[in-house]
T-cell receptor, first 116, second 114 residues
Framework: AQTVTQSQPEMSVQEAETVTLSCTYD???????LFWYKQPPSRQMILVIR??????QNATENRFSVNFQKAAKSFSLKISDSQLGDAAMYFC?????????????FGPGTRLSVLP | ETGVTQSPTHLIKTRGQQVTLRCSSQ?????VSWYQQALGQGPQFIFQ???????GRGNFPPRFSGLQFPNYSSELNVNALELDDSALYLC?????????????FGPGTRLTVL
């Protein structure tokens, strides 16, 4: 079974600075997808960014980018120019490309605080 | 485009009772998944429905059951509630032919079992 680990329960960053959230995963599969979701206090999970494992190029969405290291099974999220609205729980998630019905495996989350 | 909606927002039940939670998927999405998120933890996959049939299940007992309707909306039913069932229940919808399988989440239903 796949597992996802987020080793930083809490992180903080100064407004306008850059922060990196860590995620590692364990799998024996070669094809899969990785996601970062944000969950603000409103509780609704919001997709931040996604990465296909077969793509070597790291995904980027505006201020959000990932560092995907397939061999190391690492998938970190970098937030540049942090804003107060970025404060939330961030979850890393894995989805197998072979077993669609098994859906996502989530990590335990990292709580990000943004300091003004 | 209408997003994923869930009802009710909050619910309080007592141990042994039964509960039904509802979800309307995002417009055009034909697959619905349910997750349980205990306080301070990441979501845990319960099951997924596609074409009104369960096509994937996580490590949850049979007292967790579901339905999907022709309009792709869905219900999660939990029988014989236990204290540990207290959690946020999230519904997510997706397109079956989206190979990446990106899921779009609703705001959740907070269930408290006393």
């Amino acid at each position: 079974a796949q597992t996802v680990t987020q080793s930083q329960p809490e992180m903080s960053v100064q407004e306008a600075e850059t922060v990196t959230l860590s995620c590692t995963y364990d799998t024996s599969e070669s094809d899969y997808y990785l996601f970062w979701y944000k969950q603000p206090p409103s509780r609704q999970m919001i997709l931040v960014i996604r990465q296909e494992a077969y793509k070597q190029q790291n995904a980027t969405e505006n201020r959000f980018s990932v560092n995907f290291q397939k061999a190391a099974k690492s998938f970190s999220l970098k937030i540049s120019d942090s804003q107060l609205g970025d404060a939330a729980m961030y979850f890393c998630a894995y989805r197998s490309a072979y077993n669609y019905g098994q859906n996502f495996v989530f990590g335990p989350g990292t709580r990000l605080s943004v300091l003004p | 485009e209408t997003g994923v909606t869930q009802s009710p927002t909050h619910l309080i039940k007592t141990r042994g009772q039964q509960v039904t939670l509802r979800c309307s998927s995002q417009s055009g999405h034909n697959t619905v998944s349910w997750y349980q998120q205990a306080l301070g933890q990441g979501p845990q996959f319960i099951f997924q429905y596609y074409r009104e049939e369960e096509n994937g299940r996580g490590n949850f007992p049979p007292r967790f059951s579901g339905l999907q309707f022709p309009n792709y909306s869905s219900e999660l039913n939990v029988n014989a509630l236990e204290l540990d069932d207290s959690a946020l229940y999230l519904c997510a919808s997706s397109l079956a032919w989206d190979s990446v399988g990106t899921q779009y989440f609703g705001p959740g239903t907070r269930l408290t079992v006393l």
